[in-house]
């Protein structure tokens, strides 16, 4: 008798994970959908359709990078970096290509300084898509064309309108983020409770 009542308890409990397992798996998705929105379209597609392949991966993108430790930039740091992209906008007309390569090269330079891993584009695209996936697309596109200006390939459009789909991440990364707040938060609270360093008289 205890062995079948076992059984069915085991049984019981099997479909119990079975009908919470439907939602769960949907709520993940709606969860990476709505934090990764245009970047999850992308994903998909890239894997040829395959929504789990690009949930997995769009998982594993936020596991490797979700609690990255975003630095904030200095005043110094903002202003320096906004006068070189207003510089490079400005030279556009008469230099595109290496408008566009200075402004790639910017964009990775700046996304480093505050904190991305920036071993290799594609990981740095990666990374940037966690916090930044609606504008994180801009970048990858500055980039190719980036790549095709230094092949020679130069396509005067194509230059400009990557150059102006890039500004939006731009925006977003030299401007006071709410973790850079949070950050500064924390680091006053640590002040706070730093015991005090007592001085033998």
Same mark, same amino acid.
């Given at each position: 008798m205890s062995v079948?009542?076992?059984?069915?308890?085991?049984?019981?409990?099997a479909?119990?994970a079975l009908?919470?397992?439907r939602?769960?798996r949907?709520?993940?998705r709606?969860?990476l959908?709505?934090r990764?929105g245009p970047?999850y379209?992308r994903?998909?597609v890239?894997h040829g359709?395959d929504a789990?392949?690009?949930q997995?991966e769009?998982s594993? %993108?936020?596991?490797r990078?979700g609690?990255?430790?975003?630095r904030a930039?200095?005043?110094?740091?903002r202003?320096?970096?906004?006068a070189r992209?207003?510089?490079?906008r400005e030279?556009?007309v008469?230099?595109?290509a290496?408008s566009?390569r200075? #402004?790639d090269r910017?964009?990775?330079?700046l996304?480093?300084? %505050?904190?991305?891993?920036?071993?290799?584009?594609?990981?740095?695209?990666? #990374?940037l898509?966690?916090?930044?996936?609606?504008?994180?697309?801009?970048?990858?596109k500055?980039?190719?064309e980036a790549?095709?200006?230094?092949a020679?390939?130069?396509?005067?459009?194509?230059? %400009?309108e990557?150059?102006?789909g890039? @500004?939006p991440?731009f925006?977003?990364?030299v401007?006071a983020q709410p973790?850079?707040?949070?950050?500064? %938060?924390?680091?006053?609270?640590?002040? @706070?409770?730093?015991p005090a360093?007592?001085?033998?008289s």
């Open positions: 079948t009542l076992i059984i069915l308890v085991a049984a019981l409990v479909m119990v009908v919470f397992a939602p769960v949907q709520s993940s709606d969860g959908l709505s990764f970047e379209d994903t998909v890239r359709g789990k392949a690009a997995w769009l594993e %993108r936020l596991r990078y609690d990255l430790s975003i930039l200095t005043p110094e740091s202003e320096r970096y906004a992209w207003s510089g490079l030279r556009f008469e230099s595109p290496p566009v200075e #402004a910017l964009l990775g330079a996304a480093a300084e %505050r904190g991305y891993p920036a071993e290799s584009p594609e990981q740095l695209m990666e #990374a898509s966690v916090r930044h996936a609606r504008a994180v697309d801009g970048y990858r500055l980039h190719t790549e095709r200006a230094r020679g390939h130069v396509h005067t459009d194509r230059l %400009r990557a150059l102006h890039a @500004h991440l925006e977003e990364l401007r973790h850079d707040r949070a950050l500064r %938060r924390r680091r006053q609270r640590q002040r @706070h409770h730093r360093v007592l001085h033998s």
